[in-house]
């Protein structure tokens, strides 16, 4: 009787091992899908919209100097505000530049000590970048991650952030203002949800200059850093009017008057291709 109970104690123990070892980590050992491998760089180089560092860590210390040129090893974040727009490289054993890494199993991550006081804005959810945003004035940190599989694969050391006011920052896009550039004469605005105003057109006429100008919710009208943003825009009917693009100023058109009669125009503000804003549509009236 105690040899038979042994005999199946030991098989039941067994199938529950096999058990386990099916189960657990099932991504890792599925026969179709090879296995993901971790990313593991030998430090981290967070860059500004002209590609210059501004964070550097190398082998889990943040740098003061890099390439022997002085370096912050602290970040800012603008009170309700956005920073510049920053990206995340890499850095191998050759202290070579190296991209994040493109397989969909590793996504770009983040801890921030005190989220009352900082969050992050990311203009394109999966892109390796991110603004920051001050939510009240003080001081916290920022650990950045690389997620593998729902658990954090590498990560940043603690990098002090200062959140402060600054006079020339701004925030996210909730509207934008399009009018005459020599004397600022406003024509039209609009929201995402709303518009006032138009723009008018004599019928095979061209429209003096026109500038558009974004504002956040605290009504500070900006134009946004420019390649990295850009201007797209679609009339309702391409028959009546043509928008013309100015050479060499990104937030200028004309207008051209085709047809007599009316229709819409809706401007977008794109990055990387994602449309960061998207306008209520603005009436255009040609003569």
Known sequence: ???????????VAVLFLIIISITSCSDETDPVIPPSEHFEPEGWVVRDATTKPIIVVWQGVIQTTWNSTSIPDTLYAPLNALSDHYTVKFLDINKNIINPPSEPDHQFGWLITNPAMLEIIRDNPTDWAFHLKGLTNG???LELQVMHLGHVDVKTPKIPVI?????????????LRLSYEEDGTVL????????????????????????????????RYYQPEYPLHTL????????????????????????????????????????AGVAEFISFPINVNVQ
């Open 139 to 141: 001081t916290t940190s």
């Open 1 to 11: 009787m105690t040899s038979f109970f042994l005999k199946y104690s030991s098989i």
């Open 188 to 219: 039209a605005t609009a929201t995402d949800t709303s518009s006032t105003g138009s723009v008018g057109v004599e019928k095979d006429s061209l429209t003096d200059h026109i500038e558009i100008e974004f504002f956040d919710d605290q009504n």
């Open 163 to 175: 959140i402060r006011e600054d006079t020339t920052a701004y925030g996210e896009p909730i509207g």
């Open 232 to 271: 797209n825009f679609t009339v309702a009917n391409s028959a009546i009017v043509q928008i013309l693009p100015e050479a060499g100023e990104p937030w200028v058109i004309r207008v051209k008057g085709l047809a007599t009669g009316s229709t819409t125009v809706t401007f977008k503000l794109m990055v």
